[in-house]
């Protein structure tokens, strides 16, 4: 009988057209969330308009999608590490494309707000559950940039969602935006044949035939025989119970991240809500308005993908801690008046070093916790940004209805930057304490 570490062959397997399935379609899962979740930041001054609603009505209406992306991924998550992470991930599509569609329909901000909320229990449980998955796969030394390349989705949804919103709001309206929605559903069977289960997961299950044929796809030189035992280091054990994330030194580091998370998706989606509508103040047409918020999600990708490569290259809890200070640097400055070409790159910077930086912080849980409870790890990392990604339209619409000058306003934006900078900076200094303390153990 032959013992076979599977995570061992995956850590060393080369890229391989199985990593590119992998990758394809947790990314195109990403586009279409991204799609959904930049969707009411395009649509906010029409709706504004058409049912009267003041800065901070709009604002808890943003938040509405918010509550139920928290708590899809505090449920979602630890429920993929029983149930699997495709079947998860199936139920999550057909939530946020389905609801996302009904919002087409809604008559007033009470159908429009509960279409939001369904939404968004599935928007925040498919996030943590691809990145999981694409985690899992992907090859030791290319792991961060491939994880940041799939969830570069996200700005690529959102720039879609922006620019049709550019042509299809001034002709067919804002519900429009809603019905394009339906593409995730219409794909779901394809989807539900080509994307992998976790393989940890199969092997819990005693499903060890499939977990044998999909290890030798990740890996070609790995010839299945009969009595291969396949071994998975989970580092904990397996069950996804939160405690375990407080457990063996990471109850500070933990914390660390939460709050991270927090301040992030506070500065994404104040950003995200906002940005159109605090241009359209200062000056600018809706057109141009919509055109910063395809900048600023275009700009995600370079901050996400670089920042990977990076990551890769470096440590990657130490270039979140420097991109967390720029994102805090360049949204300060985007309330100062300035050339449009330097406008457009501060904008762009902010984008990377925000939703950019998001993304990455994803990669870095995923690493930082076991196989065991790493979707709990991102689900419960997830859920509480989400509480943040809830402040956020809240804080923008009482910012914008005290009627602030330009300036205080994306300084606002800006502190939770230099919050999450100083959380990481503890995280990375616990990280290298813990491998001084193992270095030192090991010399004994």
């Known amino acids: 009988m032959r013992a076979i570490d599977i995570n061992g062959l995956i850590d060393q397997a080369k890229f391989n057209v199985f990593h590119w399935r992998v990758l394809f379609w947790c990314a195109l899962i990403i586009i279409f969330d991204g799609y959904d979740l930049v969707i009411y930041g395009v649509v906010l001054p029409a709706l504004m308009q058409e049912w009267g609603m003041t ?215 104040a950003l995200n809500s906002w940005l159109p509508k605090l241009m359209s103040n200062a000056g600018y047409g809706l057109g141009s308005s919509l055109a910063f918020l395809l900048v600023l999600n275009f700009g995600a990708i370079f901050g996400a993908v670089g920042g990977g490569w990076i990551g890769d290259r470096f440590k990657l809890d130490r270039v979140l801690v420097m991109f967390f200070a720029v994102a805090a640097l360049s949204i300060s400055l985007l309330g100062f008046k300035s050339p449009t070409p330097v406008l457009y790159l501060l904008i762009g910077i902010a984008g990377a070093t925000t939703i950019g930086t998001q993304i990455l912080a994803y990669a870095c849980v995923a690493q930082y916790y076991p196989m065991g409870i790493r979707s709990t790890g991102l689900g419960w990392a997830s859920g509480i940004g989400r509480s943040g990604a809830i402040v956020g339209p809240l804080l923008g619409g009482l910012l914008l209805g005290n009627q602030l000058p330009l300036a205080l306003n994306f300084m606002a934006f800006a502190v939770p930057g230099a919050v999450a900078a100083l959380a990481m900076m503890v995280f990375t200094s616990r990280g290298a304490a813990r491998v001084e303390a193992r270095v030192q153990t090991s010399q004994f």
Not at 115 to 129: E, H, K, Q, S, Y
Not at 186 to 212: C, D
């Open 55 to 269: 800065p901070l009505q709009a604002g808890a209406l943003g938040s509405y999608a918010l509550f139920g992306m928290m708590f899809g991924a505090l449920i979602f998550g630890p429920l993929s590490d029983r149930i699997g992470r495709k079947k998860a991930i199936m139920i999550c599509v057909i939530l946020f494309s389905g609801f996302t569609v009904i919002n087409g329909f809604a008559r007033n901000p009470t159908e429009f707000g509960i279409c939001r909320f369904l939404a968004g229990l599935g928007i925040g449980g498919v996030m943590p559950n691809v990145v999981a998955l694409m985690n899992e796969y992907a090859p030791k030394r290319m792991r961060s940039t491939l994880v940041a390349i799939m969830f570069s989705g996200y700005s690529v949804g959102g720039m879609l969602s922006a620019g049709l919103g550019m042509v299809l709001l001034p002709t067919f309206g804002w519900q429009s935006v809603f019905y394009v929605a339906i593409i995730p559903l219409l794909m779901l069977p394809l989807i539900l044949r080509f994307l992998p289960e976790s393989l940890g997961f199969l092997v819990r299950q005693g499903r060890t035939e499939q977990a044998r044929e999909l290890l030798q796809r990740v890996e070609p030189s790995y010839q299945p025989q009969a009595g291969d035992r396949l071994d998975v280091v989970t580092g904990t054990q397996a069950g996804g119970s939160v405690p375990q994330l407080f457990r063996e030194g990471r109850a500070l580091s933990t914390l660390m991240l939460w709050v991270a998370f927090f301040c992030c998706l506070l500065m994404v989606y």
